[in-house]
């Protein structure tokens, strides 16, 4: 029951930091990026963030599922987790071979390809990604710690290192690594 409580928290406390670090930075940032650094970034980050998902196959939600009912035995644990991550590699590649394409082959996404390429970075790392192994196995301390440790530094580096309009790519660059 304890574990019950103490993941309800962490949960709340993850959905909580997901509303309030927007608060915090949308302000600053529209004011600083204008309405078209702004528009920009929101569209590359959606563009890429479609590839991804479609890159992963829905691996996150079925991971969860299938960690949770075999966390008990380490052999079928890492079996199970190794043929995930393969899938996940394999259809990543073929998935950013076609991002990259049509980077280079439409016109208008061609006018901000490094804003693109530098945006794909949450597709070419969705392998990576694996909080649906930590979900499965009921370890949301970890996962919140880490996310919100991450957003903390985000928040930072935004305030620090975002200044002018031209700042756009390190926004997209710090966007991407939280």
């Known amino acids: 029951m304890v574990s ?3 993941n309800f928290l962490y949960n709340i406390l993850l959905n909580v930091s997901r509303v309030v670090f927007p ?3 949308a302000p600053y940032i529209s004011r600083i990026l204008e309405p078209t650094g702004v528009g920009l970034y929101n569209f590359a980050n959606t563009y890429s963030g479609y590839f991804a998902l479609f890159a992963l ?3 996150p939600v079925y991971g969860v599922r299938e960690v949770s009912k075999i966390r ?3 052999e079928d644990l890492s079996e199970f987790v190794s043929d995930m991550y393969s899938i996940s590699i394999v259809t990543t590649v073929m998935i950013s071979i076609v991002y990259v394409l049509t980077i280079f ?13 530098v945006s794909g970075f949450i597709l070419y790392v969705a392998p990576l990604r694996v909080d649906w192994y930590f979900s499965g196995l009921e370890r949301f301390k970890y996962i919140t710690i880490r996310v ?4 903390f ?3 930072i580096c935004m305030f620090v290192f ?3 309009k031209q700042d756009l790519l390190i926004y997209v660059i710090i966007g991407v690594s939280g």
């Open 153 to 155: 530094i985000s928040i």
């Open 72 to 74: 008990e035995s380490k």
């Open 4 to 6: 019950i409580r103490r």
């Open 148 to 151: 919100l440790v991450i957003r």
């Open 23 to 25: 608060l915090i930075t």
């Open 105 to 117: 082959c439409i016109p208008q996404l061609t006018q901000n390809h490094i804003i693109f390429l």
């Open 57 to 59: 196959l829905g691996i």
């Open 162 to 164: 975002v200044r002018t």
